[in-house]
Antibody, heavy 121, light 114 residues
Framework: QVQLQESGPGLVKPSQTLSLTCTVS??????????WSWIRQPAGKGLEWIGR???????NYNPSLKSRVTISVDTSKNQFSLKLSSVTAADTAVYYC?????????????WGQGTLVTVSS | DIVMTQSPDSLAVSLGERATINCKSS????????????LAWYQQKPGQPPKLLIY???TRESGVPDRFSGSGSGTDFTLTISSLQAEDVAVYYC??????????FGPGTKVDIK
């Protein structure tokens, strides 16, 4: 079955750009009508959807983060990536990647295990 | 944006007893064309990612025990654990996918053993 794994630096300095990659295994990122999403969760808090990408490259972002977010896909590597610019301590969180279907099937499954990113100097 | 709220924030239930979690959306997530509610439920245990339990408000994901059930329509939904087991201690989230972007989640309900 499809599995997702996040990777990237665990520590980012304030004002810099957070960069994470999600590697998809057990299936092609291009197969099926799926969107690939990033979701984050500050410690002890709830879930915040960041954005998603379709394998065509079409993206949707959370308006609250849109000015700072870029999500891209590399089908040759079966990966998609997140860049979040101008980070502050408020961006410290566990970042998850997840798969979702079309609008009519917009639940998230599966999820990656998550990676903790701390913003600190 | 559709705002999701959950109640209670936390609850403690005796083993074998029923646990009920409520979720409310700020607008209807019922799509009239197919009569489906665009709402999902997740379970998150400490140190783990959320796990999909239910979609379409009441369809149980494959492999999810039948003690978990979802109900409701429009703006008011319920997740019921009919007989709480020790392994059900977790935080439970609802999520709407009717109006996106953005996808929105409820704030979570923590379930503990009394």
């Amino acid at each position: 079955q499809v599995q997702l794994q996040e990777s990237g630096p665990g520590l980012v300095k304030p004002s810099q750009t957070l960069s994470l990659t999600c590697t998809v295994s057990g299936g092609s990122i291009s197969s099926g009508s799926y969107y690939w999403s990033w979701i984050r969760q500050p410690a002890g808090k709830g879930l915040e959807w960041i954005g998603r990408i379709y394998t065509s490259g079409s993206t949707n972002y959370n308006p609250s983060l849109k000015s700072r977010v870029t999500i891209s896909v590399d089908t040759s590597k079966n990966q998609f990536s997140l860049k979040l610019s101008s980070v502050t301590a408020a961006d410290t969180a566990v970042y998850y990647c997840a798969r979702t279907g079309s609008w009519h099937e917009g639940w998230f499954d599966p999820w990656g295990q998550g990676t903790l990113v701390t913003v600190s100097s | 944006d559709i705002v999701m709220t959950q109640s209670p924030d936390s609850l403690a239930v005796s083993l074998g007893e029923r646990a009920t979690i409520n979720c409310k959306s700020s607008q209807s997530v019922l799509y009239s064309s197919n009569n489906k509610n665009y709402l999902a439920w997740y379970q998150q245990k400490p140190g783990q990612p959320p796990k999909l339990l239910i979609y379409w408000a009441s369809t149980r994901e494959s492999g999810v025990p039948d003690r978990f059930s979802g109900s409701g329509s429009g703006t008011d939904f319920t997740l019921t654990i009919s007989s709480l087991q020790a392994e059900d201690v977790a935080v439970y989230y609802c999520q709407q996918y009717y109006s996106t972007p953005p996808v929105t989640f409820g704030p979570g309900t923590k379930v503990d053993i009394k």
